[in-house]
């Protein structure tokens, strides 16, 4: 049984139409993160998820159950927002055990689970301190404690990190990879930061213009897009001009340093990590990043290349021909 799955889920706020024909599926124990820029209609999706909006139209199954007319309260999910939304006036206990108490547990039961939510992100010792008294990463830790707590199948996060400085981040994406693969629900991730979808997730649905442009295995979407517009939000650099409406993508490691033909390099920057260079190529300018020892290769203003052909993709150059879907007011609309 799927964790999840969307049938042709279209948004709109007035004339702005914030999510078109999303389709998706989430196996249990699975994580998909729903990556793109501001505004292309990511958070719109889950917000329709959890029944904080209602689409105009399609469909929402969680757990094999139709959920898309019932309120947010009946949809037995997770829900972890940008901010937390935790209560300021209930210590860590107390928030975490909200959920289960919602549901007609006993104050009890609703503590015990909240206990063992706790111990699995690691802060059974701070039960009784006010959630005003925590860090940014300890108020995180509370948030999916409660959205645990509550033995959802399917658990939504809202840009769980944006509000971290990046230490924090980085520290925390690892923590919570292994807290998804123990607890084993399907997980519904929204962020527009392309280090965590690749960090935390099993598949990757990329978002432009409230469409989902390109889904698949995370290492498979980030190795391969299958458009130029896609290769550039991932932060791919060679770019190059291909036939009409063609773009030629050159990997990273495509390009390499050998006893190939010498290119004249163009550009030079010196950086912490050793040298970035832009080098003359028939396929384009190849931009390069070279360690300390690599850019004494330089031959003074050349650079021996070898490119491997076979593994430049040719795909769609889309970047001119959609434009980019502004956000309405509505909160909803992101």
Same mark, same amino acid.
């Given at each position: 049984?799927?964790?999840?799955?969307?049938?042709?889920?279209?948004?709109?706020?007035?004339?702005?139409?914030?999510?078109?024909?999303?389709?998706?599926?989430?196996?249990? =124990?699975?994580?998909?993160?729903?990556? =793109? #820029?501001?505004?292309?209609?990511?958070?719109?999706?889950?917000?329709?998820? $959890?029944?904080?909006?209602?689409?105009?139209?399609?469909?929402?199954?969680?757990?094999?159950?139709?959920?898309?007319?019932?309120?947010?309260?009946?949809?037995?999910?997770?829900?972890?927002?940008?901010?937390?939304?935790?209560?300021?006036? @209930?210590?860590?206990?107390?928030? /975490?055990?909200?959920?289960?108490?919602?549901?007609?547990?006993?104050?009890?039961?609703?503590?015990?689970?909240?206990?063992?939510?706790? $111990? @699995?992100?690691?802060?059974?010792?701070?039960?009784?301190?006010?959630?005003?008294?925590?860090?940014?990463?300890?108020?995180?830790?509370?948030?999916?404690?409660?959205?645990?707590?509550?033995?959802?199948?399917?658990?939504?996060?809202?840009?769980?990190?944006?509000?971290?400085?990046?230490?924090?981040?980085?520290?925390?994406?690892?923590?919570?990879?292994?807290?998804?693969?123990?607890?084993?629900?399907?997980?519904?991730?929204?962020?527009?930061?392309?280090?965590?979808?690749?960090?935390?997730?099993?598949?990757?649905?990329?978002?432009?213009?409230?469409?989902?442009?390109?889904?698949?295995?995370?290492?498979?979407?980030?190795?391969?897009?299958?458009?130029?517009?896609?290769?550039?939000?991932?932060?791919?650099?060679?770019? @190059?001009?291909?036939?009409?409406?063609?773009?030629?993508?050159? #990997?990273?490691?495509?390009?390499?340093?050998?006893?190939?033909?010498?290119? #004249?390099?163009?550009?030079?920057?010196?950086?912490?990590?050793?040298? !970035?260079?832009?080098? $003359?190529?028939?396929?384009?300018?190849?931009?390069?990043?070279?360690?300390?020892?690599?850019?004494?290769?330089?031959?003074?203003?050349?650079?021996?290349?070898?490119?491997?052909?076979?593994?430049?993709?040719?795909?769609?150059?889309?970047?001119? !021909?959609?434009?980019?879907? /502004? #956000?309405?007011?509505?909160?909803?609309?992101?």
């Amino acid at each position: 049984m799927k964790a999840l799955a969307l049938f042709d889920l279209s948004k709109s706020f007035g004339p702005v139409r914030a999510v078109q024909d999303v389709s998706l599926e989430i196996a249990a =124990g699975e994580t998909l993160t729903l990556l =793109g #820029p501001s505004g292309c209609g990511k958070s719109t999706v889950l917000r329709c998820v $959890a029944g904080l909006e209602r689409p105009d139209t399609g469909r929402v199954v969680v757990a094999g159950r139709e959920v898309t007319a019932l309120p947010p309260e009946a949809r037995h999910v997770g829900l972890v927002f940008q901010d937390y939304a935790l209560f300021p006036h @209930l210590n860590v206990l107390g928030n /975490v055990a909200y959920g289960p108490r919602m549901r007609g547990q006993s104050r009890a039961q609703a503590e015990a689970r909240a206990r063992e939510a706790l $111990a @699995l992100v690691g802060l059974e010792t701070l039960e009784a301190r006010r959630v005003t008294q925590l860090s940014g990463g300890q108020q995180q830790r509370v948030a999916l404690a409660r959205a645990l707590a509550t033995d959802a199948g399917l658990l939504l996060l809202d840009e769980p990190l944006s509000n971290l400085d990046e230490q924090l981040r980085e520290e925390l994406r690892a923590d919570l990879r292994a807290l998804f693969a123990r607890v084993g629900a399907g997980v519904l991730l929204v962020t527009h930061d392309q280090r965590e979808a690749l960090a935390l997730s099993d598949r990757v649905a990329v978002m432009r213009a409230g469409r989902v442009v390109q889904q698949g295995a995370a290492r498979q979407v980030f190795e391969r897009p299958n458009s130029a517009w896609v290769a550039a939000f991932l932060g791919w650099e060679n770019i @190059l001009p291909g036939g009409p409406g063609r773009a030629r993508l050159v #990997p990273e490691d495509a390009a390499r340093l050998g006893s190939g033909e010498a290119w #004249p390099v163009r550009v030079q920057q010196r950086t912490e990590a050793g040298l !970035t260079v832009t080098v $003359a190529h028939p396929l384009g300018s190849l931009t390069l990043h070279l360690s300390a020892r690599e850019a004494a290769a330089l031959d003074g203003d050349v650079l021996r290349l070898e490119v491997d052909s076979s593994r430049v993709l040719d795909v769609p150059d889309d970047r001119d !021909t959609a434009g980019t879907w /502004v #956000p309405h007011l509505s909160a909803g609309a992101s």
